[in-house]
């Protein structure tokens, strides 16, 4: 009798596992999506001319020079940028004073003055431990950075100036200013 019952117990399993296999048949298909591509932005900022924007040799109290830049986004997303301005010295980097203005229309010492807004209002030049002339490189949009959509430009007409007033004590010195321009995207960065 046990025998019985443990053969009608192995033909009940194998009916289960036939009808199981029976109801497992099922029709399938697979489709595959190929080609989906992801690829970053870059930000990249250029000035031109690329060095020795603005320089005056035997520079006089009342004497003043005044030049372009073009600042370039040569990425392809937008981005803000700030200028910060680090000089050799202190002593006469204090004394002269830097304007940098947008929009004007005949950069020279002559046109300066006629149109234009300001960007940087009448200030230092720099120091040994740099001065933000345009906005701040702190990371996010900070008062005064500046904008440019990807393959945009701007000219900036800067303005270095020896005060009439210079004494004495100020003859003979040499300062160098290095700009530096730090961009940074927009999107996604408050």
């Known amino acids: 009798m046990l025998t019985k019952i443990y053969a009608t117990i192995i033909v009940m399993a194998a009916l289960v596992t036939l009808a199981s296999l029976s109801v497992m048949a099922l029709f399938t298909n697979t489709e595959s999506l190929p080609a989906n591509t992801f690829t970053t932005g870059d930000v990249d900022i250029s000035v031109s001319p690329a060095s020795a924007l603005v320089t005056f040799a035997g520079m006089a109290p009342g004497d003043q020079v005044t030049a372009p830049l073009t600042v370039d986004n040569d990425g392809s997303l937008q981005l803000r940028y700030a200028v910060t301005s680090t000089t050799t010295e202190d002593v006469l980097a204090g004394q002269l004073d830097m304007t ?3 929009g004007v229309t005949t950069c020279t010492n002559a046109g300066f003055g006629t149109d ?3 960007v940087y209002a009448t200030g230092d030049l720099g120091s040994t431990a740099g001065v933000n002339v345009i906005g ?11 904008s440019l959509n990807a393959s945009a430009s701007e ?3 800067f303005n270095v100036s020896l005060p009439l007033s210079t004494g004495n004590s100020f003859q003979g010195l040499t300062t160098t200013a290095t700009l530096s321009f730090q961009a940074e995207q927009t999107s996604n960065n408050p």
Do not use: F
């Open 100 to 102: 940098i203005k947008s």
């Open 136 to 146: 701040n490189p702190a990371q996010g949009a900070q008062a005064g950075d500046r």
């Open 155 to 157: 000219v900036l007409c």
């Open 116 to 118: 234009g807004s300001v």
